[in-house]
């Protein structure tokens, strides 16, 4: 049984019983139409892969199902049939964007290698855009930088899981290079020659990412003129990337569970049953077992997820890459600007190993693409980096300012006050930057989480505040002022 839908339409019953049951023979779905206006009813309702139009017909002829098809459902493929020397309709067919056209009297076999011929065409038209990705390197594996222990597990765990069909769960926080792995994995697959699809789970609206996933068939809501394929369909055969799926609603949730499980779907409105080969790689940010314990991701569906895990981990902890991610970043984005920076000295690249890159890779490279076309020589000094990261990378500044930290009053002062203030002044910073999240701000500041809260009770810095957002992170309610 195949998933694609075939429409015969022709007036002549003969030709549309034998051209149906030749169908029906090779698995696919048929329904057959009598003229143009019947067709064009038929296609109102629902979608089909493919339609075989006679072109000579009462009411409605071909041209005009064409002309329809080409307006409402542009994803639909019109094969015309012509009767004897009315090839001058078929040349005009084909220019209004009909696929090909078929002679009478019609071989069965002709009419299986058109349909056959037309479904690779557009298979191959889907893939394309992900093969030009690939050709142009984009995202191949070996753009991906790093050589620390931690990175290294991780290019060898996508290079085993990457020729198999297992379903992978990426997390780590955001900017550590989720996507890219997830592209890694598509492109080391047996699959790379079929499409990768991502969707962004959390940049979709709930009411649309349904229709966007499964697509819709036409009339299913207010909007929905034409029908439309979703993501998983256009990910046959491929790989779909389901970005931040933390942030899939409970009734979405149900329905990928349902895919995961059958690999099947139908689309929105739709009442057919849609057969998926695909791969799904999801990736999250958010920690998703915490969410299950808090109800709000259905367990059954993060352990349908989770079947291989791929941690990613932050570049603060792999801050060994951070030299070669640098020169690759700068190689990157001076290629071919002789005017712009295309170096780093000593100095100032220990600067950036010292900061604790808070977005990971992306801010990495987004202050690297700065320094590149502002700074004032062909190498990059300490001068050129911005003044937020030179101050905030640990004990940096002493190394740089000639001023002592702290200058002691003529009079003393306590230094138990002093080292107080010092500390507070510290953690506030850490609180700012974490948004108040005081699990990352004892991280910042290299101690464990409860050491922290207990400075914050000592100093009186525990002021209860609204969390930043309360329905998600109750954690994060505190003092971050
Ligand atoms: N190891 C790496 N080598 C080279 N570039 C990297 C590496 N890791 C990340 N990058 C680059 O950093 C940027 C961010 O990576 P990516 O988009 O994959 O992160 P992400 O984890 O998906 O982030 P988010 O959670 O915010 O979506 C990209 O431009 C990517 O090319
Ligand atoms: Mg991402």
Redesign the pocket.
């Known amino acids: 049984m195949r998933n694609e839908t075939v429409l015969v339409v022709d007036d002549v019953p003969e030709i549309r019983t034998t051209m149906s049951e030749i169908l029906k023979y090779k698995g696919f779905a048929v329904d057959q139409a009598t003229d143009g206006q019947e067709a064009i009813d038929l296609l109102s309702g629902r979608f089909y892969d493919i339609v075989l139009t006679d072109i000579a017909m009462p009411r409605k002829d071909g041209m005009e199902v064409l002309q329809y098809i080409k307006s409402n459902t542009p994803d639909t493929i019109c094969i015309m049939i012509t009767g004897f020397g009315s090839i001058e309709g078929a040349v005009e067919a084909l220019r209004l964007g009909a696929f090909d056209y078929l002679s009478k009297p019609i071989k069965p076999s002709e009419v299986v290698v058109v349909i056959e011929k037309a479904l690779d065409v557009r298979d191959l038209k889907r893939e394309n855009l992900s093969l030009k990705e690939e050709l142009q390197g984009r995202y191949s594996f070996d ?4 050589q620390s222990q931690s ?1 290294k597990r991780i290019f060898n765990l996508v290079e085993k899981v990457a020729h198999t069909d297992s379903t992978v769960l ?1 997390t ?11 592209h890694a994995i598509h492109y080391s697959s047996g699959r790379k020659a079929r499409p990768f699809v991502p969707i962004n789970c959390a940049a979709i609206p709930e009411e649309l990412l349904e229709s966007e996933l499964f697509g819709h068939e036409k009339g299913a809501f207010t909007h929905a003129i034409r029908t439309r394929i979703g993501r998983f369909e256009l990910a046959n055969k491929g790989t779909i990337f389901l ?2 799926i933390g942030e899939m609603s409970p009734s979405l949730q149900v329905k990928l569970l349902r895919v995961l499980q059958e690999r099947c779907f139908e689309r929105v409105g739709g009442v057919k049953t849609i057969n998926v080969d695909i791969r799904v790689v999801a ?1 999250t ?1 958010i920690d998703l077992e915490e969410a299950v314990q808090k109800g709000r991701f259905r367990e059954d569906l993060f352990y349908r997820l989770n079947v291989i895990p791929i941690q ?1 981990p932050p570049l603060r902890e792999r801050k060994g ?1 951070i030299p070669l ?1 640098v020169e ?2 700068l190689q990157k984005f001076s290629r071919g600007n002789p005017s712009y920076a295309n170096a780093i000295d000593e100095e100032a690249l220990k600067i950036l190993e010292a900061y604790d890159w808070p977005g ?3 801010e ?2 987004n202050i690297v693409e700065r320094l590149v076309i502002l700074a004032n020589e062909p190498v990059i000094t300490i001068t050129d980096i911005p003044e937020r990261i030179v101050s905030r990378s640990g004990s940096i500044p002493l190394v740089i300012k000639s001023e002592p930290a702290a200058v002691l009053p003529e009079d003393g002062m306590s230094l138990s006050a002093a080292v107080e203030q010092f500390e507070k002044t510290l953690i506030l910073q850490a609180l700012d930057r974490t948004n108040g999240v005081k699990n990352r701000a004892a991280k910042l500041l290299k101690m464990n989480r409860t050491t922290l809260i207990e400075k914050m009770k000592k100093m009186k810095m525990m002021k209860p505040r609204a969390a930043r957002k309360p329905a998600k992170d109750k954690k994060s309610g505190g003092a971050a002022a």
């Open positions: 753009r991906i930088v790093g990175i990426i780590g926080e955001s900017g550590t290079g989720k996507e890219l792995i997830a970005d931040e990736a940010n990613l890459d991610l690759h970043f990971n890779v992306r990495l490279e």
